[in-house]
């Protein structure tokens, strides 16, 4: 991890830092630019709304770096709190998990068992259910040295017949053979750029090369091979010039425009959201909730430094 990773880490956990920028995300608007809900009321309003525009969202209750067994079992509670109400309003809806958010940090087995109960409250939803929402339990991909742990995980799920999704990161050199063998299991799959950047010995580091080994991938996800197992592809982008080649690409080959999704951090470049979803394509976008929002903000920005300067204008011209 390199210094402004660490920097950035250090601004999320710092407790003054979030004192003082919590007061400054209340005054400016910036909080609610990012985060779709305070609790789960109000990002179950949310998106209510956001169905009515014919987007979907991905559930993540807010918080990072979990190293407290109590913060595991409150994320738990409130995920397995929400998930039978956001079915009883009718949303077609992800519910994502980074795996530390479970236990990873305290026990394999806690984490398996919590993984377990959220995807097997989502499974039943979905086995007594007979209509075209999709659901899913999305697996989130953390640091480099958890991804064996963190794809273990999603095909224990798998196997017992549970509902899940995993994220994969294009600017590691690995996850092409990751991605040929969840292709090869007919899986569902959200792709990213990828956060927290690894050492050049593991991952693309140059944005350039991580734009092209994304694009690789797409062209994986969306070949004849992938359509053969019912693989559904989940690409995760705001990169306009990106998704124009993909959805080109898609269209070319024939895959309906409900097969596969785009996905989107809530509150970031809503004229693509808007553009997307008027031309068909399925959109879905990653909206947090929850009080834990500081930490989540400069997380964004420990991703992309550019994405500091899109906070503050996004929350002072609110």
């Not at 003082?20 to 995300?25: H, K």
């Not at 958890?146 to 549970?162: E, K, N, P, S, Y």
Request: proline share 4%; with cysteine; hydrophobic share 40%.
């Amino acid at each position: 991890m390199g210094f402004w990773q660490k920097a950035m880490i250090s601004m999320a956990c710092s407790p003054a830092l979030r004192r003082m920028g919590e007061a400054v995300g209340r005054k400016t608007g910036l909080a609610a630019q990012f985060v779709s809900g305070s609790d789960a009321a109000d990002h179950m309003a949310r998106g209510r709304e956001l169905d009515g525009q014919g987007i979907r969202i991905s559930s993540f209750y807010l918080g990072e770096y979990v190293t407290d067994p109590a913060q595991v079992t409150r994320t738990v509670t409130q995920l397995a709190d929400l998930v039978p109400k956001l079915d009883e309003v009718g949303l077609d809806v992800h519910v994502s998990v980074d795996p530390s958010q479970l236990g990873y940090m305290q026990d394999p087995a806690m984490l398996r068992n919590n993984a377990q109960k959220l995807a097997g409250m989502i499974g039943e939803i979905v086995a007594g259910r007979n209509d075209e929402r999709c659901r899913r339990l999305m697996i989130d991909m953390e640091d480099f040295d958890m991804i064996d742990d963190t794809l273990a995980l999603h095909d224990q799920l798998r196997d017992l017949g549970f509902p899940v999704a995993q994220t994969l990161q294009a600017r590691l050199f690995r996850t092409e053979g990751d991605l040929i063998r969840k292709i090869d299991q007919g899986a569902m799959v959200r792709l990213v750029k990828g956060a927290m950047a690894p050492p050049a010995s593991v991952a693309f580091t140059r944005r350039s090369d991580i734009d092209a080994n994304y694009l690789k991938l797409a062209d994986m996800m969306l070949s004849d091979r992938a359509r053969e197992t019912g693989f559904f592809p989940v690409f995760g982008s705001h990169h306009r010039e990106l998704l124009e080649k993909i959805a080109s690409l898609a269209d070319a080959r024939g895959w309906p425009r409900d097969t596969f999704e785009f996905e989107m951090l809530y509150g970031v470049n809503q004229p693509l959201q808007r553009d997307l979803v008027s031309r068909g394509y399925r959109l879905r976008l990653y909206a947090p909730f929850g009080e834990d929002w500081w930490a989540y903000a400069w997380r964004r920005v420990g991703e992309n430094p550019r994405n500091l300067g899109l906070l503050l204008r996004s929350g002072f011209n609110r």
